[in-house]
């Protein structure tokens, strides 16, 4: 059974980094893209960032770009998100995802809270 | 940035009827191999997106066939026929075309 379990989230003081994990199970990681997608509360479904199998290449939108650094470990099947320089507006809920045409799974997602 | 555009942004519907829930490109969505990156989630209250369609008509594993997605190059269409509770939730349409990756705006499903 594929699985994908983040974790790491939290409330953090703005301008603070924080990591998040993404655990991966169920299938060959290091064979698969992963991508970060975020959704600030009752707000719509927003791309953060995406790595490619061997993690030699990484996407982000201008949103985040230069703050956020996605990898890798594929030996530990885990993905990260760091970020870093954390604004009100990043508050939202994240996940995780393998979405590869009809491979597609996501992780239950983990809340960032960023705040005074 | 490829731009998604969906409508309408609400729909409410009797149960047994059938909603249809339009999405519009900026740009197509076709790549040089013949594949159009347009999938359909459907995101169930205080739930993970859950993916539906995907290459515009293909219905995902475990999808009811009471789904279905149809269109080309910049229109496409998403179809509930049958409409149950059990639907209720927020669809999005997203392009996979090209970074950025992008979702339309979500259009909500409620039960009559």
């Known amino acids: 059974e594929v699985q994908l379990v983040e974790s790491g989230g939290g409330l953090v003081q703005p301008g603070s980094p924080l990591k998040l994990s993404c655990a991966a199970s169920g299938f060959t990681f290091s064979s698969n893209w992963l991508n970060w997608i975020r959704q600030a509360p009752g707000k719509g479904l927003e791309w953060v960032a995406s790595?490619?199998?061997?993690?030699?290449?990484?996407y982000y939108p201008d949103t985040v770009k230069g703050r956020f650094v996605v990898s890798k470990d594929n030996a530990k099947n885990t993905g990260y998100l760091q970020m870093n320089n954390l604004r009100s507006e990043d508050t939202a809920m994240y996940y995780c995802?393998?979405?590869?045409?009809?491979?597609?799974?996501w992780g239950q997602g983990v809340m960032v809270t960023v705040s005074s | 940035d490829i731009m998604m555009t969906q409508s309408p942004l609400s729909v409410a519907v009797t149960p047994g009827e059938s909603a249809s829930i339009s999405c519009r490109s900026s740009k197509s969505l076709l790549h040089s191999n013949g594949i159009t990156y347009l999938s359909w989630y459907l995101q169930r209250p205080e739930k993970s997106p859950q993916l539906l369609i995907y290459q515009i008509s293909n219905l995902a594993s475990g999808v009811s066939d009471r789904f279905s997605g149809s269109g080309s190059g910049t229109d496409f269409t998403l179809k509930i026929s049958k409409v149950e509770t059990e639907d209720v939730g927020i669809y999005y349409c997203v392009q996979f075309l090209e970074v950025p990756l992008t979702f339309g705006s979500g259009t909500k499903l409620e039960i009559k």
């Open positions: 790595i490619n199998p061997d993690g030699s290449s990484t």
């Open positions: 995802a393998r979405t590869e045409g009809a491979e597609d799974y």
